[in-house]
T-cell receptor, first 114, second 113 residues
Framework: GQQVMQIPQYQHVQEGEDFTTYCNSS?????IQWYKQRPGGHPVFLIQ?????EVKKQKRLTFQFGEAKKNSSLHITATQTTDVGTYFC??????????????FGQGTTLQVKP | NAGVTQTPKFRVLKTGQSMTLLCAQD?????MYWYRQDPGMGLRLIHY???????AKGEVPDGYNVSRLKKQNFLLGLESAAPSQTSVYFC????????????FGPGTRLTVT
């Protein structure tokens, strides 16, 4: 069945170091989304990528959508303690154009040591 | 706008008890979803609705029922709670019409003993 995998599952970094999480889909996606969940919180939408090879930036966060639209990455430059949380990627489920259903990766949990 | 709200925030049930989780959204969104989140499992879709009066099964629907009598509300029911239903439950909504961005509620932490 359709799968979305994220690596790594956990990452511990020193404050100021960079961080990257990777998302790989078993199928081509029409778009990919990224969400952040703070400890004890709920997922919050960060961004959506639609075009092949698209790159978007939000301050220290850089999001990429692969050329084949099957993988994506999130890179954080110079991490801060406010970046702590779990980052999820998500893509539309097959046949979901009329339902908006998403399939989520298992998430990458980022810990930042001050 | 409150966005998506959920009640209750926490609940402890004994095996076999029933309960209803309420989700409300004030964004006039067409689509609504119930997920459960377990450690290492990510977010799994329980049931969803694409409009008032409609519901459909997601990935893990067994043991749950839902209703969407009003556009703004989506109820999740557990008829006979089991320890395997101990989880954090999130409700989400999206605008629909080809939009996939989802807005999540704060969650309900449910423990079944």
């Amino acid at each position: 069945g359709q799968q979305v995998m994220q690596i790594p599952q956990y990452q511990h970094v020193q404050e100021g170091e960079d961080f990257t999480t990777y998302c790989n889909s078993s199928t081509t996606l029409s778009n990919i989304q990224w969400y952040k969940q703070r400890p004890g919180g709920h997922p919050v939408f960060l961004i959506q990528l639609v075009k092949s090879g698209e790159v978007k930036k939000q301050k220290r966060l850089t999001f990429q959508f692969g050329e084949a639209k099957k993988n994506s990455s999130l890179h954080i430059t110079a991490t801060q303690t406010t970046d702590v949380g779990t980052y999820f990627c998500a893509g539309p489920r097959k046949g979901s154009s009329n339902t908006g259903k998403l399939i989520f990766g298992q998430g990458t949990t980022l810990q930042v040591k001050p | 706008n409150a966005g998506v709200t959920q009640t209750p925030k926490f609940r402890v049930l004994k095996t076999g008890q029933s309960m209803t989780l309420l989700c409300a959204q004030d964004m006039n969104h067409e689509y609504m979803y119930w997920y459960r989140q377990d450690p290492g499992m990510g977010l799994r879709l329980i049931h969803y609705s694409v409009g008032e009066g409609t519901t459909a099964k997601g990935e893990v629907p067994d043991g749950y029922n839902v209703s969407r009598l009003k556009k703004q509300n989506f109820l999740l029911g557990l008829e006979s709670a089991a320890p395997s239903q101990t989880s954090v439950y999130f409700c989400a909504s999206s605008r629909g019409q080809g939009a996939y961005e989802q807005y999540f509620g704060p969650g309900t932490r449910l423990t079944v003993t």
